[in-house]
């Protein structure tokens, strides 16, 4: 994630890095972590459909609102834009498609020496939700083509402005799918 793409005030980035941590992990009903030498090297977030949340955190939840009410206030050519042009996005998807979760978030270091910690936490992922249809969002701040190379068709696409305290910046917000 390039949140530096869109901010240069290091605590603005924490406060958004935070918010957006606590919203996704609050979400998930399936957390697969990666650890290689007691390091964490790496996560797997997904929220699959009638499956229970693994953790509500009051705390968080208040943070996330909070921020987001500050977000939509001071931001709303970006954040608001980004979401409104994701649920578009779905929505004419679901018109003519079931899907039966969503990967929320795959993150792995970089600078990790073992290679493969990505390709290893999603395989996790598909060997327990075996035969279900998921999707996730991306973008070009993303290294969508990871998903791409295994087996996710990008089922939509559109190209968006993003007005930020940075300026103006260009994404292309994208939507893949695969049956597990």
């Known amino acids: 994630m390039h949140f530096d793409w869109y901010l240069n005030n290091r605590f603005l980035l924490n406060v958004y890095g935070r918010y957006f941590w606590y919203l996704e992990i609050n979400r998930a009903t399936q957390i697969f972590a ?3 030498d007691n390091e964490f090297v790496g996560v797997i977030l997904a929220e699959i ?3 229970e949340k693994k953790q509500q955190n009051f705390f968080q939840k208040i943070y996330v609102k909070f921020v987001g009410m500050i977000q939509k206030i001071f931001f709303k050519g970006g954040a608001d834009l980004y979401e409104d042009t994701t649920k578009e996005q779905l929505a004419h ?9 969503e990967i929320i978030f795959l993150v792995a270091d970089p600078d990790c020496k073992i290679k493969g ?3 290893a936490l999603l395989n996790a992922l598909e060997e327990k939700e075996k ?4 999707y996730l969002y991306s973008d070009n701040a993303y290294t969508y083509q990871f998903y791409e190379h295994r087996g ?3 089922v939509e696409e559109k190209e968006i402005v993003l007005e930020m305290p940075k300026g103006k910046v260009p994404l292309k ?3 893949y799918s695969k049956k597990i």
């Open 93 to 101: 998807y679901l018109k003519s498609n079931v899907l039966d979760g």
């Open 152 to 154: 996710f068709e990008r």
């Open 49 to 51: 459909k009638g499956e």
């Open 34 to 36: 990666a650890y290689a």
């Open 173 to 175: 917000c994208f939507v």
């Open 131 to 134: 035969g279900k249809r998921l």
């Open 117 to 119: 910690i990505g390709t």
